[in-house]
T-cell receptor
Framework: GENVEQHPSTLSVQEGDSAVIKCTYS??????FPWYKQELGKRPQLIID?????GEKKDQRIAVTLNKTAKHFSLHITETQPEDSAVYFC???????????FGSGTRLQVQP | NAGVMQNPRHLVRRRGQEARLRCSPM?????VYWYRQLPEEGLKFMVY????????ESGMPKERFSAEFPKEGPSILRIQQVVRGDSAAYFC????????????FGPGTRLTVT
């Protein structure tokens, strides 16, 4: 089955700086890669996703890049704000299971 | 458009009791997924259901756990004879018919076993 590794596990940045979170996956057949933001005690919220037929997708301050050859994808947040502080999870669609396999999460802290 | 609904939000059970967790998908969604999240960990897939069908239960423990999604009503995740290790947040997600892509999560049920 699919295996997703995510790093770093914690990331602290100053307000206004950029943050980058990286994930690798194992199943070359995976074709969908969402990112979720989870605030303490809340539900995971889908913030951006990318499919394997594109290399990059951007939505305002958030962008995701995908390198299918290397089997890794990254989340980029520019001009970080304190409200960006949360745990971020990457995931890959496990085509065998038809369900998402999640990374272990990155706790992002944006210092004002 | 109401999102994914889960109830109860918090559930306390003593060891050996049964826990029933309910999930109503978003309007128009016919695929339901259950995930478990242990404290300070990521989400682990448990089971994927469509109306009246279990599509994939490979992430579900073999004993004590069962799930259903009847023709009418919410999806139910049932845990029999709960043990302390079952304490976790249980999230369900739904996606529209035709694909398993965008999954939207409910607020979760936090199960505490005492």
């Amino acid at each position: 089955g699919e295996n997703v590794e995510q790093h770093p596990s914690t990331l602290s940045v100053q307000e206004g700086d950029s943050a980058v979170i990286k994930c690798t996956y194992s199943d070359s057949a995976s074709n969908y890669f969402p990112w979720y933001k989870q605030e303490l005690g809340k539900r995971p919220q889908l913030i951006i996703d990318i499919r394997s037929n594109v290399g990059e997708k951007k939505d305002q301050r958030i962008a995701v890049t995908l390198n299918k050859t290397a089997k890794h994808f990254s989340l980029h947040i520019t001009e970080t704000q304190p409200e960006d502080s949360a745990v971020y999870f990457c995931a890959a669609l496990d085509t065998g299971r038809r369900a998402l396999t999640f990374g272990s999460g990155t706790r992002l802290q944006v210092q004002p | 458009n109401a999102g994914v609904m889960q109830n109860p939000r918090h559930l306390v059970r003593r060891r050996g009791q049964e826990a029933r967790l309910r999930c109503s998908p978003m309007k128009g969604h016919s695929h339901v997924y259950w995930y478990r999240q242990l404290p300070e960990e990521g989400l682990k897939f448990m089971v994927y259901l469509q109306k009246e069908n279990i599509i994939d239960e490979s992430g579900m423990p073999k004993e004590r756990f069962s799930a259903e999604f009847p023709k009418e009503g919410p999806s139910i995740l049932r845990i029999q004879q709960v043990v302390r290790g079952d304490s976790a947040a249980y999230f369900c997600a739904s996606s529209p018919a035709g694909g398993v892509y965008e999954q939207y999560f409910g607020p979760g049920t936090r199960l505490t076993v005492t």
